[in-house]
């Protein structure tokens, strides 16, 4: 094993472990991925974020095919369909956090994007999320159904399910998913007062800065 390997191994463990401690995910819930130059570290199956340890974490190699490690998350097609289509991405991260999962469940969320754009930061570190018609977990329905927007699209909403994001890096995973949750929060908060909306230039600048 590496020592790029050992510290991505290191790093995985401190954010499940943040995610898990500070509500992002309960229980056994929520799942994690980063890539790794031989293939990628996954969470393993029935595993509680708060409480992963390195040396158990599940190894895939290139193809999305287990060879070390315990056995993995069954969110395999979920995860192995944004690095598809998003050959950048180097860690994803899905969530069964409050608020964004609340979102996902409302029949009134905007399939096109489901986050609006009321801060700025949303827009630069997650931009625009569409909402993605329910599949059952671990099922690989979901794989086409990423695959027709993550090419466009850092994160998605799984309907009645919760936030699937990805980053460059691990960790910047992470801070997207954890901007998303609390934008989502944020729309809950203001839900019946008159919300200022970035414009749509605004927007775009920001888009620009985000493709840097």
């Known amino acids: 094993m590496t020592l790029e390997e050992r510290q991505l191994r290191d790093e ?15 229980g056994s819930s929520g799942n994690l991925s980063a890539r790794l130059v031989d293939g990628f570290l996954v969470t393993p199956t029935n595993s509680c974020l708060g409480y992963l340890e390195p040396g158990r974490l599940s190894k895939l190699d ?17 995860h192995m369909a944004f690095y598809e289509a998003r050959p950048q991405a180097a860690g994803v991260v ?8 609340a979102l996902s469940c409302l029949e009134e969320t905007d399939q096109d994007d489901a986050i ?10 997650v931009g625009r999320v569409p909402l993605l018609p329910y599949t059952h977990p671990g099922s690989a329905d979901v794989r086409p159904l990423v695959l027709a927007k993550a090419q ?5 909403l799984l309907a009645n399910h919760g936030p699937v994001v990805s980053g460059r890096s691990f960790h910047d995973a992470v801070f997207a998913a954890e901007e998303l949750e609390e934008t989502a929060k944020l729309v809950f908060l203001t839900k019946r007062l008159r919300v200022r909306r970035l414009d749509e230039r ?6 620009q800065r985000r493709q840097k």
């Open 116 to 125: 609006p754009p009321i801060t700025p930061y949303v827009v630069m570190r």
């Open 152 to 156: 466009d699209h850092a994160a998605v």
């Open 62 to 78: 290139t193809q999305g095919i287990a060879v070390s490690g315990d056995a993995p998350t069954k969110e395999i097609p979920l």
């Open 202 to 207: 605004v927007v775009a600048e920001l888009q």
């Open 12 to 26: 995985f463990c401190r954010w499940g472990e943040s995610l898990f401690m500070r509500g992002y995910t309960a």
């Open 94 to 101: 899905h969530l069964h956090s409050t608020y964004a999962t």
